[in-house]
């Protein structure tokens, strides 16, 4: 079935609505994103000040018409220099699929229990101009 001169038109603008709406939808989603990372800064900073501001006077708690302060003391984790000295008993061994090898057994017509090839959803590709801001 083909397309009239209309309907390629209508097409056209509705192609050009939905192209020009990702645009503004994806810099606004980065605006929103580089303004997270400022505001996540600035709230690292300031619980780093009432800590600091806290410790400095040796208050341990503070109660406050907000919140009630308190320094809570760093907990305790495990150091390991030298990984490969540890007693079997102290390690764990990971078990997961090579896909990389799977993937070539298959390739290659192999059956591979429990494993097959399944093709992901279609998705769109958009290289944006780079005058387009």
């Known amino acids: 079935m083909e397309l ?3 309907d390629l038109n209508n097409w056209d603008v509705a192609l050009d609505d939905m ?3 990702l645009d503004e939808i994806e810099r ?3 605006e929103l994103k580089n303004e997270l990372k400022a505001v996540t ?3 690292a900073t300031e619980r780093g000040n009432i800590l600091a501001h806290l410790q400095e006077a040796g208050v341990p708690s503070q109660d406050h018409e907000l919140a009630t302060l308190s320094v809570k003391r760093g907990s305790m984790s495990v150091q390991v220099a ?3 000295a540890l ?3 102290y390690t764990r061994t990971k078990v997961e699929p090579d896909k990389k090898k799977i993937s070539d057994a298959l390739k290659e ?3 591979v229990l429990g494993a097959s090839f399944e093709r992901g959803p279609d998705s769109i590709a958009i290289k944006w101009r780079k005058d387009n801001g």
């Open 41 to 43: 800064e600035q709230k």
């Open 109 to 111: 017509g192999l059956s």
């Open 28 to 30: 606004r989603e980065n």
């Open 87 to 89: 007693p079997p008993k």
């Open 19 to 21: 192209v020009r709406r």
């Open 82 to 84: 030298a990984p490969d």
């Open 4 to 6: 009239s001169m209309t």
